[in-house]
């Protein structure tokens, strides 16, 4: 008796017709919610860490103000005076009006320089900041 | 005669299309930034050139003092960072009811040689003891938290607790 072998005749094989399709799909996804690194850091810092933290809803409108370790202050691509934030903040405003400050600064700085840096921001109309921390597990 | 020549299909290759749309991809991929903007939030005080002295009744102030020493105060007396949300939210809560000029200000107040991050774990206190009294006063009232509540609901529960913190000046010390 001779048994016969099954084989199925269809071709197996896994179709990818349509895997560029399924790629650009990926590929639109990560064009629309990237926003691409717009600036180099020149201070070195590290955040302090919190429990009652926010996410910031809009990117678009953050502006960022760096102070590092050894006091030095960065807004936007280069590192500034203390008075100049007050100018280079106002034109921003005029921008974009209810433009969010985030404050990244040093866990270790000391609270003179913050307060100055803030009473620089309310001479300038920016009163919504946000002092960026990390999250405390 | 003329014949007629039929013209072979034409067609582009499309097997190099997917290894383009991969590069594509990781290019994106590579070049996304994923970190989330995370911190606490404040509003500053609009700057004032003359400020008028409002009297504010003891009782509707919590006084925070944090000074260089890493020492933080409140009402004058020294407390432990962790025991500032237990002080806090009980005030908090006994002026739920109350009108909105009666609610609790939070003043906090710093030196200039304050360290900064103690500075933030103190305003993180605050900020978690409206944040938990508002969590718990959602619970209560509307059955779920408040970040899970539609935004009439919310701003009824923002009425009822404002977080309102004022930022002291440091006083400035003479060298």
Redesign the interface.
């Given at each position: 008796m001779q048994f016969e072998k099954r084989r199925a005749n269809t071709k197996q094989e896994i179709p990818t017709a349509s895997m560029p399709d399924i790629v650009f799909m990926l590929l639109l996804f990560f064009m629309v919610t990237t926003t691409l690194r717009e600036v180099d850091v020149l201070v070195d810092f590290k955040l302090p860490e919190a429990q009652a933290i926010e996410k910031i809803e809009n990117k678009r409108l953050v502006s960022y103000v760096w102070v590092g370790s050894t006091g030095r202050i960065q807004v936007n691509d280069s590192i500034v005076k203390l008075e100049e934030i007050q100018d280079i903040m106002y034109k921003k405003r005029q921008e974009l009006p209810n433009v969010i400050i985030s404050m990244r600064v040093d866990r270790n700085q000391e609270m003179g320089l913050v307060t100055d840096i803030q009473q620089e921001l309310r001479k300038a109309y920016c009163l919504r900041i946000n002092y960026s921390t990390n999250i405390k597990i | 005669m003329i014949k007629k020549r039929k013209i072979k299909e034409a067609s582009i290759p499309?097997a190099s299309?997917?290894d383009i749309?991969?590069l594509?991809?990781l290019f994106?991929?590579v070049?996304?930034?994923i970190d989330?903007?995370?911190?606490?939030?404040?509003?500053?005080?609009?700057?004032i050139e003359e400020t008028d002295i409002v009297p504010v009744s003891r009782e509707r102030m919590a006084a925070l003092l944090?000074n260089e020493n890493g020492d933080v105060l409140l009402d004058g007396a020294p407390i432990s960072i962790f025991q500032i949300k237990n002080q806090l939210k009980p005030r908090i809560i006994s002026k739920i009811e109350l009108p909105a000029n009666k609610k609790l200000i939070v003043s906090l107040k710093?030196?200039?040689?304050?360290?900064?991050?103690l500075?933030?774990?103190t305003?993180?206190?605050v900020?978690?003891s409206?944040?938990e009294t508002r969590d718990e006063y959602s619970n209560s009232n509307f059955g779920r938290k408040y970040n899970d509540l539609d935004e009439e609901s919310q701003k009824k529960v923002q009425d009822k607790i404002p977080i309102i913190i004022s930022?002291a000046?440091?006083e400035s010390i003479k060298k």
């Open positions: - | 499309t299309m997917a749309a991969f594509l991809l994106f991929l070049a996304t930034v989330v903007d995370t911190g606490i939030g404040l509003a500053l005080p609009e700057p944090v710093t030196d200039r040689k304050t360290n900064y991050n500075y933030i774990q305003l993180d206190q900020k978690l409206y944040f930022l000046e440091p």
